[in-house]
């Protein structure tokens, strides 16, 4: 058996930062299922905010102002007291990464140059070049590797090891082997990313299944906010390759009938609406038969000059070109909204600490509640790299406690998803695991997006229980474990729909509208009865959905973090 003290599952921005905050101190072992420079986090366009003041004429930025504009963008959903730290902390979490070598973009004095995230946004978010997600990525694990930290890449984790509210390690399997393996710890951090392959439109990598709150949840974590799904406005061609929001801000969107259509939802604002208020006019206009031929809208940016739209776009331009086949410079860009990001998942406190000892989680896999119900833009790196480095202090700080045996325990739970393993191999004789994902991905996109209702929250319930009951008698080609990609996707879906039935609960239970969440049939907030958290916890019987006060989500699940 493979032991490390803390072991980190994920190799994304929030695992690689957990992994250099614990890796100085103790012996780390990162997890994950691609290799980290092609993590999810790679893909990261929109740049990191931190209240570092380096802008002139916009009035002195600060912290406080930093917390202000968050909780205004959360909704009145957010626990205070986390986005107070995500603020306070998020300036130290671009300094280190300055002083690792991150190619930060420099203004005229020298300094760190800040920019607006999106139309009326203050500019405080840092850039480094068009792709900062590839640079920030390739700064952490350069760290990493002069740490030592081991790296097992191309491993699939198959579930977390837990017997008495004790996390004791994980099973993984190598899918190039089908072997499965036991790797024990004294603590485990999940850094596991999204869940976006749920949905059938979505930018997240196809490794994005949600696992890490699937493994979370059926442990006995319960997933809270899980209603509060962001979609972002800009997916070139309604693919996986985001424009920058900033486009928007000398940019018209228009329909098929090239109509300014966003006069119809925010006359005032315009393209300098809330992106969700953009993601939904997009949705309806699509739905009703006012987008062009090919489903999009455009993004049209007439009042710019030539070198200005050049600087704009050129983060993008080969990409347009390469999957779209023009050139942005000379036409206006397809764009349909996408599922972009999850708020909610593993219930954590400011530490990263769940109700079960030994168990940490950071990234978007997890829900500190920093962000409430909307994620200010350029906040969602930051709080990567600020809760991933908490969490690896306190998986640093849970390794000097004492630790009992746990060796047949996880050898137990090796066997156990061995057995799964095979299970999954000989019995089944039902639905492909690719067809029951699509239909899945499908339901939760038609009836579970942009727009809700009572009736198609109902009817997407029920027809994800039909793909739990379908999942139970799955056909999954071939006999070896070995180079079986039938069978790796029958291991996603499985999650897929624990997770997947979280959200579309959540949703019908918060019978409101409040920040990314919007009910057609409840479209204002209910500040009585909607300033709270939905909370879903696993138990055979099924998911038990109920409310827990709002505050720092890991305490009002019973997270304390001195007894962990």
């Not at 764009?335 to 109700?355: F, K, N, S, Y």
């Not at 939905?534 to 007894?563: I, K, Q």
């Amino acid at each position: 058996m493979i032991f490390h003290d803390v072991l980190i599952i994920g190799g994304g921005l929030a695992g690689l930062r957990a992994a250099i905050a614990a890796g100085r101190e103790v012996d780390v072992g990162v997890v994950s299922q691609v290799h980290p420079l092609r993590s999810s986090s790679v893909a990261a366009r929109e740049g990191v905010n931190a209240a570092l003041g380096n802008v002139r004429g916009s009035g002195i930025d600060s912290v406080q102002r930093h917390v202000g504009d968050t909780m205004a963008a959360g909704a009145g959903l957010n626990a205070s007291g986390v986005a107070e730290i995500l603020c306070e902390e998020a300036p130290s979490a671009v300094f280190d990464l300055e002083r690792w070598g991150a190619p930060f973009d420099r203004g005229t004095e020298g300094l760190i140059a800040q920019f607006r995230a999106a139309p009326g946004a203050f500019p405080r978010t840092c850039l480094a070049g068009p792709r900062t997600g590839h640079a920030l990525l390739n700064t952490l694990f350069e760290q990493v590797v002069r740490w030592g930290t081991r790296i097992y890449a191309g491993r699939r984790v198959l579930s977390l090891v837990v017997k008495d509210e004790r996390c004791f390690g994980v099973v993984a399997m190598d899918p190039a082997t089908g072997d499965v393996m036991a790797l024990g710890a004294k603590a485990v951090i999940l850094a596991a990313g999204g869940c976006g392959q749920i949905y059938g439109r979505t930018s997240n990598a196809l490794h994005c299944t949600g696992s890490g709150m699937a493994m979370a949840y059926r442990a006995g974590v319960p997933l809270v906010d899980m209603e509060c799904v962001q979609f972002h406005p800009l997916a070139i061609a309604g693919g996986r390759v985001l424009a920058p929001q900033a486009l928007l801000q000398q940019g018209h969107l228009l329909n098929g009938r090239l109509d300014r259509f966003m006069e119809t939802y925010d006359l005032q604002k315009m393209e300098h609406a809330g992106s969700a208020v953009i993601a939904r006019a997009m949705a309806r206009e699509i739905d009703e038969g006012r987008a062009f031929s090919d489903g999009c809208v455009r993004l049209d940016l007439p009042d710019m000059s030539a070198r200005k739209r050049t600087e704009l776009i050129n983060g993008i331009r080969q990409d347009v070109i390469r999957f779209v086949g023009m050139d942005p410079r000379d036409e206006p860009i397809p764009i349909a909204p996408v599922q972009r990001c999850i708020l909610g998942g593993v219930a954590v406190d400011e530490h990263g600490m769940t109700c079960i000892r030994g168990l940490l989680a950071a990234g978007e896999c997890a829900c500190t509640g920093a962000h409430g119900a909307h994620v200010l833009a350029g906040n969602a790196i930051p709080e990567a790299l600020v809760f991933g480095r908490r969490a690896g202090e306190r998986a640093v700080a849970l390794c000097r406690k004492p630790t009992p045996a746990a060796e047949g325990v996880i050898e137990e739970g090796r066997q156990r998803e061995g057995e799964r393993i095979q299970r999954l191999l000989s019995d089944g004789s039902g639905e492909r695991p690719a067809a029951l994902r699509d239909r899945l991905s499908s339901i939760m996109w038609g009836k579970v997006g942009i727009v809700r209702d009572e009736a198609g929250l109902s009817e997407a319930i029920q027809e994800i229980r039909e793909c739990r009951a379908a999942y139970a008698d799955v056909a999954v080609a071939g006999e070896s474990a070995e180079f079986n990609s039938d069978l790796m996707t029958a291991i996603d879906v499985g999650e897929m729909i624990d997770v997947a039935e979280a959200v579309a609960l959540s949703a019908r239970t918060r019978r409101e509208s409040r920040g990314v969440h919007y009910r057609r049939d409840h479209p204002d907030m209910d500040d009585r009865n909607g300033v709270r958290h939905t909370r879903v916890t696993f138990s055979e019987a099924g998911p038990d959905v109920s409310y827990a006060p709002l505050g720092n989500v890991g305490n009002s699940v019973g997270s304390l973090s001195g007894s962990r």
